[in-house]
């Protein structure tokens, strides 16, 4: 196959590494050091398991590129593969050309001590010793670029790798390479934003190409992506799994950047005595109204998709809103008696970082939520069903939302309750107090249930979903044990 530009000038050095490796070592050495590997993690299971609430991130050790140059020659390849490992990322991409990416086999068994996860070679292979020289040295899955291989050669060392028990990512960068790729049988197929020839990038191209795969094929994004919305991008167009180098490798704090690339929320786990709960404002409608509520304190911002509710938001409005919240906030979406697909279609469109299950949802929804990595609070009500005796029923629920529920909609409908009949509740875990609350009163209702979080609506209105900012300040304040300013 004819190839030019970046990707020909790699090819003739390449060739050269090739014939030095076979007269260093052999084909026959490297291919019996292989074959007697024993299996290792598998790349494929790792990515078929990542979901809409819980991406995959392939994280890469990567010194240099040819079109940004050094990037990071002085990084340690076995700190980093602790900290991706660490961090979340369901596999570990290892940069081992040399020229222009400044990679070494050396770095590829650095990152394989650190780590147990599934490690890729990425490099510009086209030989089958390259192949052999992987899996000796302990990689799970290699990269096999479309246009650098013909039909024949891309079918046969598709086979070869699995047989020596890895998995390939055959990286494309358009509509015919993704042919290529299928009739080759290849299972995990990565998009490359960036034209190998040209070394542009252009973050379009994944989701121009992401409708042509079906169930079959594990779509991979990358290059150019650089923070969450990137991630968000992708998941609109159906992709679930991305591959991130240079910003994770310049990323000052690494476990963060990965946690943000996550749209993790950094657990705040607290026993029952600790002092200042968490505050969530619910039911915003306004961007801007909801991202001064966090610059006032607040830790969460609910979002309701409930139809009948006077608070309720459309798609469009709370993607909005999400888009200007930081990070940390946890961002939750309200659902009552809502399904799964029209639960995750909003966690995937707007970004959410949990959800709250408001109604008579069975305990197998939350477990199937959760089993897709996504934090559910579900609600249970001191006066109707599901009520506070049912909370061993939902094991896999992240958290618990108490309130009366002797209104006429869902909700504390702003009716206070004798909050301390929490405390008899059997499997309660990350209680959020629900109800009826304000300014006024929510420090007794702290200091009765020593609650995870508090939650108000009504109380911090002007009206219905829109916040009385003055309010919303003193609300935290008094929930947090400060002095009102």
């Known amino acids: 196959m004819a ?8 090819q003739a050095i390449k ?9 260093r070592i052999g084909i026959t050495p490297l291919r019996k050091q292989a074959e007697a590997r024993e299996p290792g993690a598998s790349f494929r299971q790792a990515l078929e398991a990542s979901t809409p609430a819980r991406v995959g991130i392939i994280a890469e050790i990567k010194k240099a590129s040819p079109s940004k140059g050094a990037i990071r020659l002085d990084l340690d390849p076995f700190a980093l593969a ?8 369901a596999a570990i991409s290892v940069l081992t050309e040399s020229s222009y990416f400044k990679g070494t086999m050396e770095d590829l068994g650095a990152a394989r001590k650190a780590s147990d996860l599934p490690i890729l070679r990425k490099d510009f292979i086209f030989s089958e010793i390259q192949i052999y020289e992987s899996r000796a040295a302990g990689a799970d899955a290699l990269l096999l670029i479309t246009t650098l291989l013909d039909p024949g050669q891309l079918c046969e060392y598709i086979c070869l790798t699995r047989e020596l028990g890895m998995e390939p990512l055959v990286e494309i960068n358009s509509e015919w390479e993704f042919e290529a790729a299928v009739r080759a049988d290849a299972a995990i197929i990565g998009i490359n934003n960036r034209n190998l020839a040209t070394l542009e990038t252009d973050l379009n191209v994944a989701q121009r190409l992401a409708p042509f795969f079906t169930g079959s094929q594990i779509p991979v994004a990358a290059s150019g992506i650089s923070e969450r919305k990137d991630i968000q991008a992708g998941m609109e167009a159906g992709i679930v799994n991305f591959l991130v180098g240079e910003s994770i490798v310049r990323a000052p704090d690494t476990k963060a950047f990965i946690h943000d690339l996550l749209g993790d929320t950094p657990e705040q786990p607290r026993k029952k005595s600790d002092s200042d709960p968490l505050v969530k404002i619910c039911g915003l409608t306004d961007p801007l109204e909801a991202k001064k509520c966090v610059e006032l304190g607040a830790d969460a911002i609910g979002l309701v998709f409930y139809e009948k509710s006077p608070r309720h938001v459309s798609i469009d409005q709370a993607r909005r809103i999400t888009d200007h919240l930081p990070g940390s906030t946890i961002s939750v979406g309200v659902f009552v008696n809502a399904d799964h697909d029209c639960i995750m279609e909003r966690i995937v469109a707007c970004d959410l970082k949990a959800v709250q299950l408001h109604g008579q949802e069975s305990p197998e929804l939350v477990t199937q939520l959760a089993r897709s990595g996504i934090r559910v609070i579900k609600a249970l009500f001191a006066e109707q069903a599901p009520g506070f005796d049912t909370a061993t029923a939902y094991e896999d629920a992240w958290g618990f939302l108490v309130e009366h529920g002797k209104g006429t909609l869902p909700g504390g409908n702003a009716q206070s309750w004798e909050w301390d009949r929490v405390n008899k509740m059997e499997g309660a875990r990350n209680l959020i107090v629900a109800g009826g609350l304000d300014p006024d009163n929510v420090q007794q209702a702290v200091a009765k249930t020593e609650p995870f979080m508090v939650d108000v609506s009504s109380g911090v209105e002007q009206s219905f979903g829109k916040k009385d900012l003055a309010r919303v300040a003193q609300f935290i304040s008094a929930a947090k044990g400060r002095p009102n300013a």
């Open 3 to 10: 190839v030019k530009g970046f990707l020909k000038e790699i």
């Open 15 to 23: 060739q050269k590494e090739i014939a030095q490796l076979a007269a």
């Open 82 to 89: 602790k900290d991706y490992t660490e961090a979340g990322a």
